[in-house]
Every structure is written in C-alpha cells, then in structure tokens.
C-alpha cells in the first residue's frame, strides 16, 4: 500500500480537490489511503477564532464562523456529492460557535484550541471524500482521532505507536483489503480518553509517516506546492533547483531548520523499515519529485557539496556566561535542567570555555527560564535572531567547506556557529532581517545562481 498525502494548498479549492481525485484515480492499483491538511489558510482562521472568542463581540464571532462555512460551500458546491460533506460542515460548526460563545471572553485552554483547531483538517477530508466518490472512486471517509492515540500535550501531542500501529491495522487494513481508499485527517489524534489533540503545526507530514509505517506502506508521497525538495525555499531563492534525492537525515536537518516543505519527524517513522518519502508537486504530477531514502546517501547534487540550504526566522539566543563553569562539572546539567522544567525546546546550541550560547523558538515560556538561568551565571538575550543551516552528507568528507561557507556570509554577522555529530549541517545565526541575504549568497557561491 502508499500513503499519498495532499497539503493545504494541494485542497485549497475545487479544482485542487479534482486534482487530488484525477491523482488517486492513478493510483488505485497501489491501494492507497489519503491523508489530507485543512484547506489553505483554514487552520490560522480557526487561530483566529480563538481571539474572537477572547475580545471579539458575539457577532464578531458568528460572523468568522459563517465566514469559514461559506469557504467550505464554496468549494462544497462546485464538486460532485459536495452537498453531502457540507450536511456535516454545517452541524459541526454551529456546535463550535456554541462552545466559543460558552467560552466567550477568556482564553481558550489547550485543549479547546486543539479541539478547535482540529476541525479544519476534519471538513477538508468530508469535501475530498465525497469529491473521489462522486468522481467513481471507492473512497471511505474515517475519523483517524480514534486511531491516532496521543499523549495529552495539547498543542504538540506525542502519538502512542503501539496502540496507533494496533489500531491502524484493525480499522484501516480490512477497508485496503477491500479495495477501498481510506480517505483521513492529518495534523489531528485524541488521548486514550478521546480528547482531541493536535501533533503541531505542518504535522499532517508526520501523520502521512506514521500511518506509513503502521501499515507497511511502499512509499509515503507528500503531495504539495512546490516541485520536490529544493536547494533553498523558492520563495527566498527563485533559481532553487529541485533535489531529485535526499537522505533521511538531511531531510530532517533541513526541516529542523526551517524547510516547512517536511515537518521535521517525518522521517523518523520510516528509517527502520527504509521507507522511502516522495515529494511531489499536484498542480504538475507528471514530474519525479524529490525521492528520500537511504539509498540517496551516494547521490550528488551535480558538483556540489552540498544538498541545500534552509533559514529559520523568529530565533532568540540565550547567553549563559559562568566563570564558575571553568574546570566545574554539573554546569550543563544544572542548565539543561531548567530547559526541561519548563518544557523548552533548544534548538542550537554553541559553548566556549565560560559561556554557552543556544537558540529558541518558543518565547512563552522564557522568562521563568531566564530567572533561574541567573542563579548559574550573566544572562543576556539576542532575539530577532534567524537560523540558517547549510545541509548536506558532502559536509563530512568535503575539506574547505567552512572556509567557504563563511567567506559568503559578510557582511552579515555570524554569531552562533555548531556542527552537529552526524557533521551533515554547517548552523549558525544571523540577525533576521540579514537571513534572506545570505541565503542567497550561500546559494549563489554553492549552486552558481
Ligand atoms: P503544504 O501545505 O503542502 O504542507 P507547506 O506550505 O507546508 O505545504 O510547504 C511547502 C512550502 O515549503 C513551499 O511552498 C516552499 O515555499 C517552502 N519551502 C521551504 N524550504 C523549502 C525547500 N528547501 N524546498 C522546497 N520548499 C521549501
Ligand atoms: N493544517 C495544519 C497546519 O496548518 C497541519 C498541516 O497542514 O500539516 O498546521
Ligand atoms: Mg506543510
């Protein structure tokens, strides 16, 4: 069986929608099951409901509900047996403008803004379903909430893979067997207790992934907007070329930090059984995409050394400096201890003999952090700070590569420089508004253009 998995702006209309289907119909000899992302834009309406529901009016609200049902009806009406899907579109946003409006005038808990936001992702795969149906498909819509059980951290639930491997088996194998195409939700799952999570922004990716592995897919396809993985984000870099392969773990490196074509655990379902992702473009399916797999270790990009090139914006650097730290054990621990407690994810990090310097996305949580940091040494911030990360298994047998790499980066600023163990990425920072710049020059002193 394949996973085939279809982005935001791959269901973003009708006639993305009629892609999809004209795509599958392709596909059904490889019994296939579909995995889809909310139309595009539809899950940062549903963020905004929740500031609606928070300082808005009540007609405020119910005006945005409407708005996004209207959305939907668009699309709905210009697509066979789209009146069906809309039937449920409209029953379950009139019971979500009735818990905002209970829930009016304070802030959304975790688990509402999960349950809120899961709804995107759950209409979509109504209009997608009846859409291959109405096209001659055997297509089955099914609610994945049951079967992607997760742990209960709203917002960037951790899915339980035995129970989810279990129950993918049992809902999902009978229906491949039959010749049906399960049509389901990315993005979204529920604790064992039924309440709806979701795994994080960009995770129907990882959904697609995990349903791979549960079933023992040949591939996982992600289908999506651009025409595989690139040698920048073609949004920075109009000339990127496209990878024909990548390893899994330049894959992850470059989602890490910023590619937001994968999200970054994608790969990890897939690497014991070699699971190959293909990344693919749905506005133009005749073409290859971007293969992912071990086997892409011996590939070369041309003459480069390097595969590509990604950049994270919205990055604050912590700056822990600590006399004490000179010839002391425990100075590590004891900082890597408050990161824990407050559940901080450290993304980059760069030591020298008295100071530590690592990276952040998250701000919410910096403060208490930045109080208990004190008590170990000088804390000083940088924010407005971006990533940026030259990636690419020639890294580790290439001499003179960081030579070049920096020699590219003036006149921006380098400040904090790491290699990670597996020595594919070259990653430091620069201050954001210089990101964009050098990613340019790296890729104009790499790849020519
Ligand atoms: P989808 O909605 O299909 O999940 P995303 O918007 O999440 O699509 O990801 C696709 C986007 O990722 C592209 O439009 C592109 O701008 C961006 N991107 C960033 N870095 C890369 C890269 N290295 N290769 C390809 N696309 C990239
Ligand atoms: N719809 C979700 C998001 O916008 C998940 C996804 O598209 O992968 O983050
Ligand atoms: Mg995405």
């Known amino acids: 069986m394949i996973v085939s998995k279809f982005g935001g702006t791959s269901v973003a209309d009708a006639d993305a929608i009629r892609r999809l289907a004209r795509i599958m119909a392709s596909r059904t000899d490889q019994r296939p099951l579909v995995v889809v992302s909310a139309l595009a834009g539809v899950t940062d309406a549903l963020l905004a409901l929740a500031s609606t529901a928070y300082g808005g009016s009540r007609d405020q609200l119910q005006a945005a509900v409407e708005d996004l049902v209207r959305r939907h009806e668009a699309v709905a009406m210009d697509l066979p047996d789209g009146e069906l899907a809309m ?26 803004l999960d349950h809120l936001l899961g709804h995107g992702e759950l209409w979509s795969s109504r209009l997608v379903a009846a859409a291959m149906a109405g096209a001659g498909l055997r297509a089955a819509w099914v609610d994945i909430r049951p079967i992607m059980v997760t742990d209960d951290r709203f917002g960037r639930a951790t899915p339980c893979t035995p129970a989810l491997n279990t129950r993918a088996r049992e809902c999902l194998g009978p229906l491949l067997d039959e010749g049906i195409i399960p049509v389901t939700q990315g993005f979204i799952g529920a604790t064992q207790g039924a309440v709806p ?3 994080g922004r960009g995770g129907s990716d990882f959904t697609a992934a995990l349903l791979g592995a549960a079933l023992g897919a040949t591939k996982v396809e992600i289908w999506t907007d651009v025409d595989g993985l690139m040698t920048a984000d073609p949004r920075i870099v109009p000339t990127a070329r496209t990878l024909s392969a990548a390893s899994y773990d330049e894959a992850a490196e470059l989602a890490t930090f910023g590619a937001r074509v994968l999200h970054p655990a994608t790969a990890m ?5 070699g699971i190959p992702i293909v990344v693919l473009n749905s506005r133009r399916p005749e073409l290859a995409g971007t293969i992912i797999e071990p086997a892409a270790e011996l590939e070369r990009m041309g003459d480069s050394p ?12 912590i700056n822990v400096r600590a006399p004490r730290m000179l010839g002391t054990y425990g100075f590590l621990r004891a900082m890597f201890e408050v990161f824990e407690r407050h559940e901080v994810v450290v993304d980059v990090l760069a030591s020298g003999e008295v100071s530590v310097s690592l990276t952040v996305e998250d701000r919410s949580r910096l403060e208490p952090v930045i109080h208990e940091l004190s008590e170990l040494g000088d804390v000083w911030i940088d924010d407005r700070r971006a990533i940026v990360s030259v990636v690419g298994i020639g890294l580790r047998t290439t001499p003179g590569l960081a030579s070049r790499i920096f020699r590219a980066v003036p006149p921006a600023n380098v400040e904090v420089i790491s290699q990670g163990a597996s020595a594919i990425n070259m990653t430091f920072v620069v201050r954001e508004d210089d990101g964009p710049d050098v990613v340019r020059r790296l890729h104009r002193e790499f790849f020519g253009d």
């Open 306 to 317: 390097i595969r590509s090139i990604s950049w994270k914006p919205g990055i604050t650097v």
């Open 197 to 199: 999570t979701t795994l």
């Open 269 to 273: 379902p897939l690497v014991r059984e």
């Open 87 to 112: 039937a449920t579109v409209r029953t379950d946003a009139e019971a979500l403008l009735a818990s905002l409006t209970v829930a009016a005038g304070r802030r959304l808990r975790p688990a509402e």
